[in-house]
C-alpha cells in the first residue's frame, strides 16, 4: 500500500476486482518488506499497524488468516505492482480518463463469483467500492456530526482544491477562477439560478480566504474553517506526525470525502487519485453531467 490514502485506496479497488475476476482470495498487506507510507513514522515515532483499519472496517483477509498463512508459507502470493494492476484495467499503465462517450468507460463485466454478469464497468466498481469501503462507525459519526453543523440539509456543491505535494509533481490549477467559472455554469444548469452552499475541501486551508474575497457573497463552508493545514498535505511529512496529528488529519480528510461524495455537483481536478476516489464514491445513479474538471474534459472510468 504505497501513496496517499484516495491511492491506496483506488489500487486496493481495482485489485480487488481483478481477485474476483481470477477467483482468487486477495490479503492487503500494509507491511510489506517496508510500512505503508501513510503508516511509516520516523523515530521515536512508532509506525502505526495496522493503519487502514484504524479508520475502516477490514477489507481483506486477516493476516492470521489460515489462507493468508499458507500462501505466505509455501510462497503462493502473487503480488501485482501498481503498473501491473493499471495494465490489466487499463491496457496500458498510464490510464484513468477518458472522454465521456468512449465506449471503453461503459464495457461489460463479469464476476462469477459474486454472480454479476454483464453489468457496466462504472457500475461494478461503484458496487464493489462498497462492499470494499467501510467507514468505522467512529469515524463516521465525526463525519456526519460535522456537516451536519454545515446545514447542508439540501443541494449543494461540492469543490476539490488539490496543493501540497501534487505541486511538487505536476502542474496544479493555481488560480480559484477557474473553479468559480464552473460554479456559475452549475447554477444555471442544475440549480435554476440559484447559488447554494458550496462545500470546499481543500489540503490548502489558506483556499478559503481567497475564494471567499472573489465572491464574498456566496456561502462557501468546510473543514478548514476548523483546520491548520496552509501548507497543502505533502505525504512525506507524514512521518513527523504523531498519532493525534494523523487522527486529525483523517477525521478531517475522511469528512470531506463524505461531503464531496454526497454533492449534487462535483468541481475538482483531475491530477488527484481523491477526484478518482470521490468518483466511485458518489451514488450509484449519479450522472456525469454533475461531474466536471478543470484542468480537464476527460472522464474517470
Known amino acids: 500500500m504505497n501513496g496517499g490514502l484516495t491511492n491506496a485506496l483506488h489500487f486496493a479497488l481495482k485489485g480487488t476486482i481483478w481477485a474476483y475476476e481470477e477467483f482468487t482470495c486477495y490479503f492487503i498487506d500494509e507491511r510489506g518488506p517496508n510500512p505503508a507510507q501513510m503508516a511509516q513514522r520516523d523515530p521515536p515515532l512508532e509506525n502505526i499497524d495496522p493503519f487502514l483499519e484504524r479508520y475502516f472496517e477490514p477489507m481483506s483477509l486477516p493476516r492470521d488468516h489460515s489462507k493468508v498463512k499458507w500462501a505466505m508459507k509455501n510462497h503462493k502470493f502473487v503480488e501485482p505492482d501498481y503498473f501491473q494492476i493499471n495494465y490489466h484495467e487499463y491496457g496500458r499503465f498510464n490510464a484513468g480518463l477518458l472522454p465521456i462517450d468512449d465506449p471503453t468507460r461503459h464495457k461489460k463485466r463479469d464476476l462469477q463469483s459474486l454472480f454479476i454478469y454483464e453489468k457496466d464497468n462504472i457500475w461494478v466498481k461503484k458496487y464493489m467500492l462498497r462492499r470494499l469501503f467501510r467507514i468505522l462507525p467512529r469515524m463516521r459519526d465525526i463525519a456526519c456530526s460535522r456537516l451536519s453543523n454545515y446545514g447542508l440539509n439540501e443541494e449543494y ?25 464552473e460554479v456559475e455554469v452549475a447554477v444555471k444548469t442544475h440549480f435554476k439560478g440559484k447559488v447554494p452552499k458550496i462545500f470546499v475541501a481543500s489540503d490548502d486551508c489558506s483556499v478559503m480566504a481567497d475564494i471567499r474575497q472573489l465572491r464574498p457573497n456566496w456561502e462557501f463552508v468546510g473543514e478548514c474553517d476548523n483546520a491548520t493545514e496552509d501548507n497543502g498535505f505533502i505525504l512525506a511529512s507524514a512521518k513527523h506526525w504523531t498519532l493525534e496529528q494523523t487522527d486529525r488529519h483523517y477525521e478531517k480528510f475522511i469528512t470531506e470525502m463524505i461531503a464531496m461524495a454526497s454533492a449534487k455537483y462535483f468541481i475538482g481536478v483531475s491530477t488527484t487519485n481523491v477526484s478518482f476516489w470521490i468518483y466511485f464514491m458518489r451514488h450509484i445513479n449519479a450522472n456525469d453531467d454533475t461531474w466536471v474538471f478543470v484542468d480537464s474534459e476527460l472522464y474517470p472510468y
Do not use: F, N, T, W
Open 157 to 181: 456543491i461540492a469543490l476539490s482544491v488539490r496543493r501540497g505535494d501534487k505541486e511538487l509533481e505536476v502542474e496544479l490549477v493555481s488560480s480559484l477562477q477557474p473553479y468559480i467559472d
